[in-house]
């Protein structure tokens, strides 16, 4: 697939997302036993800085792959310009544009039903009821889980809900798609018509897509830019080929 041309050159660029010097920290306790817990408590909060001062904008229409080894704060990154994480210090700037984040493990309420979890996630998205009603039978068509649409999500294979979350991002259309490493999840089949579906809805001129992925091939032949991060910072952003082409050379790859 040809990642997205733009043939308008004489217009000026519309910026989709805006991030500045975001923050984000994560606070926990230090182990240690109860009573030393009880008298000396202020002392023993760790805050690990898991994102330390990201500033990066993308235009709208476009695909942007961030990139950098586990730990390196990609996927707090994709919660964080989603809404689920706020910043402790910067700004995250979305420009008045709906957003949907494509993500194992979040987003559903595992006691509802798949049935259920269409309808609270797509209102999440900012959908209303109707709007979903004229949806739900592409949704369940699409997932393609059989009657386990109106069993718990609890009950649900790692494949099953990778399957129900995708199929409520694709079909719920929004602006702006994050997309933390679920492509590669579910049976062969399943993988063909998620991609082949990705490929579809990131065509589109005005859609601007996220993705964070371990696949570099896939991230090369999607994405418009870039952006590798290491340990909450920037590295570098730019061309795909060339980003991706020093992150194997950093990584000890052969390129």
């Not at 994560?26 to 994102?51: C, P, Q, W």
């Not at 718990?152 to 079909?171: E, H, N, R």
């Not at 994050?178 to 005005?206: A, P, Q, R």
Request: proline fraction near 1%.
């Amino acid at each position: 697939m040809k990642k997205k041309e733009n043939t308008k050159t004489t217009s000026k660029k519309k910026i989709a997302v805006t991030v500045k010097n975001l923050h984000i920290y994560y606070k926990g306790l230090k182990k240690t036993s109860i009573k030393e817990s009880f008298m000396k408590f202020r002392d023993k909060v760790e805050i690990h800085k898991a994102l330390k001062g990201i500033s990066f904008e993308i235009e709208e229409g476009k695909i942007l792959g961030i990139i950098g080894q586990n730990g390196a704060g990609k996927s707090t990154l994709l919660r964080a310009v989603a809404g689920i994480f706020s910043p402790d210090k910067g700004s995250i700037n979305l420009h008045g544009n709906s957003i949907s984040l494509l993500s194992i493990g979040v987003g559903f309420n595992k006691k509802l039903t798949g049935r259920e979890n269409i309808y609270l996630s797509g209102m999440l998205l900012g959908f209303s009821e109707k709007q979903i009603s004229e949806k739900e039978k592409e949704i369940v068509e699409f997932a393609d889980i059989g009657k386990f649409i109106d069993k718990p999500v609890k009950t649900y294979s790692s494949g099953m809900y990778s399957k129900l979350a995708f199929a409520i991002t694709a079909i719920l259309e929004t602006d702006i798609m994050l997309i933390d490493e679920v492509l590669s999840v579910g049976d062969v089949k399943f993988k063909t018509k998620s991609y082949n579906k990705m490929k579809e809805l990131i065509s589109s001129d005005k859609r601007t897509v996220i993705i964070v992925s371990h696949s570099l091939a896939t991230v090369q032949e999607l994405c418009d830019e870039v952006l590798w991060i290491n340990e909450g910072v920037v590295v570098d952003k730019g061309n795909p080929k060339e980003i991706i082409s020093k992150y194997k050379a950093e990584m000890g790859e052969v390129v």
